[in-house]
């Protein structure tokens, strides 16, 4: 199983981002194989810096993954997938001079997207991702990200092993 | 519309491998297994009824659910029985039933068994249809369940609430959670058991329409705590349940709420703080072979009460039932018979002048189960319902007869006479004297109907394993109601106020007749796969304005397609697309020009498409489900004052620790 540490950018400008301009994002995933392909769950978080009157928020997008790691020769390989998750936007709203209150608001999201995995030493990598995130909102929002980071992989303990099972 | 990218990919790569699940029939009942209802994606009692053929279900807030079975009944009669672990538990909310009060979680589900067709069944003549919930018996040595459930229903604002972009909030899901405790042996077992659900009624469709509805009581909660004893004394085998579903604030927990119910001839939702007590024992004496007695007797506190600070009307309902039976069971080789006798006893504590607040009825019957040739089964029974206004006669004859090793035709002949105080609801009551609907701005006239409802049912059928892999059945059943009684209903919509109709009036000597078609496949290959997908039709042949009336809300037509793939030993994924038909529901007729066409009596068909991935972990004691419901995001909607549910998901995250330390 793979650990992976990324930092996230979102690459795209669309009506989402009239409101708000997004700031650099951190992620961390973890990979393993599946009975069919593998599979990735991560966190990524990333602010959004509202425009005008329009509060700040910061997002946690928490996914799962499911994909088919494709090997690229003798030693990059190409891992495209389908993600779901949960996409929780944390605003800090004015109340009074005072007073903040903070609001979450989640929300169903879904996205495709693929990752590059070029090895450097023996048991890490370097992880380029490209992907796609549509958010189920009542006006939906269509985002963009490209990541880099690097992953390191372990074996998978016998006792987590029995544990998956 | 709103479209999901999700699953067209998925689905059709189901298609591709996909094969039919099945569940049990025989043609009168169906059975839904815990396997099935493991792997769906369950989260309520309600739930159930998604797996189930031969219903059709109504609902406004997603939370009380409405059926009708089989043809048996419409919306606007909700008299099927609800039976769990062979006690009868009266669920009668006014005009309605609900089932998610009943106090056991869907992990403790052993099976749910439909009885579809007019039959005695455990005491119960079922002409209306019943719905029997079995739990699993505790197993030997301790064992713990728990189960946590949360969700979403897509759609919510998001970040465009700060926006010009802003639209209401949808409804938030659950959580809800059980936990159970269970120990047993080879002479007593006990389970003691706790569940928690949350419901919000926070959609847009409820809450216009609503304006006066604080906060606090669109947010439900029901907790409901389970204990159940069994216990062997020499040759017999008893249980003693007992369990207390309440929707009120509790001390010990910083909840609030209430549980919002729609009461249908009022047309608008009253929050209430609704509460279950129920105690039973149940129990059968078995002698060598040829001789048994059983027995059961319950009883069941009901209450609606107003919740606090609230300017709704106060329903002041009070329910008490008492319910018993005693069995004679004899058999030899040819014959089994079933001798019993029972009674009922209703008392309604409430402010209002009642005529009498007590209501008693008598029960005798007698069942036959007989074999007439090594390939024909008669099943026949004869069941006498004793009361102060008469007395009702039901009778009913089944045949099962194996024309080859895998081939069954079936049939189910009834004649039911139904007395007005057997329904105990709404109206009967209004009719001694409960006057909440006259004391809360509705002129009613309620005119007790003054002959006893006969139903006519005949219901036939086939089925066939072609071959291992596959078995097909269809059905058709006739059913002709006489003498029944209907509310006559006609909405007015006014904003900011809520509005009804200015007079509701019971009509009776109404009847028509209903007919259904039905047919079914299962397909089991290869191992890996099931499916099963069926087909009903409902259809009127003439009857009475209020009859016809009262059957154009239900669906005629209702397609349910399941697919079950189980590549490994602890993962599988279950796909299920129901095809639900479109209704009218002439009470509402006004609303699409009163409301600018917001709301309309025409309730659209529409595709529900459900994905579960169910995965075990640790030698199946822990398990982790995702499930997401109405995948293509189809308005799914089920009365004209409903709300629309799009797209949700869910997570379910549970454990099982079975059989330790025995």
Known sequence: MSFGLNISLNTNRNEFHRFWSSGKGAEANLSMPFYFGSVMGGVRIMPFRGKEAI??????LYSFCWGKEIRLGKSPSIFPYAKVGSFVMYFEEQDSEEDYQEIAESELAAGLGTTVWIPFRSDWRLQLSGGYLIVLSYKRIHLMFFSVGVTYTVKTPPWLKELLK | MKRSV?????????????RASSSPRDGISQTITAE?????????????FSLAEDLRVSTTAGFHWEISLNGLFPFQKQNWIVMLDGQR??????????INMLPISVDLLDSVKIICAPQIHDGEFTEAGLIHFYTSPPKSGFSLRGRNTIGNETGDPGPYMFTPYRSPNVDRLGPDYSFSMDYGNTRWNTRLGLSFQNHYSTDPAILKRNPG??????????????LKLGFKVGSSENEITLSHSTSKRLPFLERFGSDLLFLEPFAREIPTHSSLSFVGISGQLKSAGRFG???????SALMLDKPDQTAYPALDWEMRTWNSRVEIHTRNSAFQNIWGLGLNYHDLNTQYDLKSPHDLSGQLYWQNRFRISPKVLQNSGLWMNIHGDGVGIKTFVSHQWQVKSRSVLWSNLSYSQRLFSEDNNLWYWSSRGYDFIGQNGVKFFPAAPTHKRILFSLDLGWYSDLNQWITLDVAAALRSFRHDYFDGEDFQFTYYRYSLSPEISLEAGQGGTIVLGKGGIYLRWPEVLSQRVSYTYIGRIGGSRLFRQAWESVPAQGILYQITFTPV???????LIHYRGKSYWPAYRNLEAQTNGEYSPTVNGFFDWRLVMNKWFWKRRLWARVVFRNIFNQPERYHPFGAVMNLRWHIHIGFSLESFAG
């Open chain 2, 36 to 48: 099935q209802i493991q792997s769906s994606g369950i989260i309520r009692l309600s739930d159930i």
């Open chain 2, 89 to 98: 538990i009266n669920l009668d909310l006014l005009s309605t039933k609900s």
């Open chain 2, 293 to 299: 007695i059983g027995y059961r007797s319950s009883f």
């Open chain 1, 55 to 60: 509060p700040d928020f910061y997002s946690v």
């Open chain 2, 6 to 18: 999700f699953p067209i990919v998925m689905a059709m790569l189901l298609l591709v491998f996909a």
């Open chain 2, 569 to 575: 030993e602890n993962f599988s994924i279950f796909s």
């Open chain 2, 213 to 226: 509805l604080e906060g606090q009581y669109t947010r439900g909660q029901m907790v409901s705590p389970y």
